[in-house]
């Protein structure tokens, strides 16, 4: 079965600290996914990766890196955690084109103190 | 820029009622695709139901169907016979067929169905 596995399912930073956040994906995906949901705003798009080594903006990634150095592990990286970070983040893959539908993981609820 | 609006945050039935839940979205793209999503209490997001701008028909998939009015700019989707675990957040989303999968999600709607 798909599977799209996110290492924390909940995660305590302070405020200031460098967090890693880790997505694997076992369907040999071309596109990867960081989306943050947030109450009342849905989810949105932080960062997106089309290929190894490849990343492109996605509407909101001020505040955020990433990483992809292997096909099935995509990091989201907060250089420096502040509490408007504070969210859930949910990580997706999907094949390359079309209406393939985007497989996501269970998310990880973070929290900045 | 495309926008999605889920204009009912909560909706609550009872079970076996049918219900539909809103979306509207703003696009000048002619061709796009609309999709609804469902997260449970365990997060995990699953694909409900898509629908191809360019296809006339509304999709439906078992108690899962769609009214997409493209003129209006309108996707509703409508649970027939709800069920206990159709309990969870519902989310519209638009997409460009162009390019990578990046997907434009409405605010959700937490749908709860009631014995």
């Known amino acids: 079965d798909v599977k799209v596995t996110q290492s924390s399912r909940y995660l305590v930073k302070r405020t200031g600290e460098k967090v890693f956040l880790e997505c694997v994906q076992d369907?040999?995906?071309?596109?990867m996914f960081w989306y943050r949901q947030d109450p009342g705003l849905g989810l949105r798009l932080i960062y997106f990766?089309?290929?190894?080594?490849?990343?492109e903006k996605g509407d909101i990634p001020e505040g955020y890196s990433v990483s992809r150095e292997k096909k099935e592990r995509f990091s989201l990286i907060l250089e420096s955690a502040s509490t408007n970070q504070t969210s859930m983040y949910l990580c997706?893959?999907?094949?390359?084109?079309?209406?393939?539908?985007?497989?996501f993981g269970s998310g990880t609820q973070l929290s900045v103190l | 820029a495309q926008t999605v609006t889920q204009s009912q945050p909560e909706m609550s039935v009872q079970e076996a009622e049918t219900v539909t839940l809103s979306c509207t979205y703003d696009?000048?793209?002619?061709?796009?695709?609309l999709f609804w999503y469902k997260q449970p209490p365990s997060r995990q997001m699953i694909l409900v139901i898509r629908q191809e701008a360019y296809k006339q028909q509304n999709a439906t998939e078992n108690r899962f169907s769609v009214n997409f009015q493209k003129a209006a700019k309108s996707f509703s989707l409508k649970i027939s016979d709800s069920q206990l675990g159709d309990t969870a957040m519902y989310f519209c989303a638009f997409m460009k067929p162009q390019g990578a999968q990046k997907l434009v999600f409405g605010q959700g709607t937490r749908l709860t169905i009631n014995p």
């Open positions: 990766s089309y290929d190894v080594k490849m990343k």
């Open positions: 369907m040999d995906h071309e596109n």
């Open positions: 997706a893959s999907s094949l390359r084109v079309g209406l393939e539908k985007l497989f």
């Open positions: 696009t000048s793209e002619n061709n796009y695709y």
